[in-house]
């Protein structure tokens, strides 16, 4: 994460408004509702509160990094607000919106044509609320990316570097699910496990597949960076693709080569449909 100079405005800022201000002013992103805060107190038991310099400059840096690391990457909008699902939400540390169409071939009728906003939430909004939140954002979700000093004091840094890895998947238009899925299971072929597995024990078809989904799970249950990367949060079920790319992502850039193998194996693909979907060689 060293690779780009931190922008010394950024660093320097002393307000929301300088931080949302040079954001626009270098990428052109919609910061309204960024500068002004939607923490209203118009959710059940909240109270109106602003954005924090140091949230908002955490936010910020996040955003920068990855626009030059990948000046690809679709973001039209930045905000903070409870974000879309009230109730539900106001509980969100961050939330990335995609942009999507009505398609009745798509499953649930809707698809990703590319990436709309990502927005801070109430958890993260004050100074207060981030160090509080610190110390949940390190052991949550047995997330092997986060678990570092370095993780606790950047809080909102680290889960806006995850919303942007949204954001490059609704870049791709999600176009990375079926590749990474057919990619996870030829290395799954060649581990000891695949080669163990004996689908002549189930004379049944349907049950032989099962059963090898089954054994495929229980490999990858210890090699996705994050309990997060698997539906219920919960290591051996199925991948949770939407944010087993997010997380990927986040562990990729933070901890480099040092980062679980199949983040870098999805990290790539993630990059490759971004930049096919935006016409990047
Ligand atoms: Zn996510």
New binding site residues.
Partial sequence: MDQFAQDPTLLNAKTVQEIGMHLQNKYGIDVDEFINSKFDGRIEGTTPKELSVESARQFALAVDYVKQKYPFVELERIRADYAKREGFEAKANAS?KPKSVKDPDAPRGVRVVGHDSITIGYNLATDEDRVAAGAGYVTGQRNRARTSEHAFENVVYYSII??MG?ALDNTGQRKSWERIEQELYWAFEESPEFAAFDPSKYPNPDTAEKKEREVFNRWLADKLVSNYSYQGGKRGNEINM??AI?DAFLDVEIRGMNSEELSRLIHRILIEEAKKAKGVA
Avoid: D, G, L
Wanted: hydrophobic fraction near 45%.
């Fill in positions: 990335a995850h919303e949204h939407v944010e997010a």
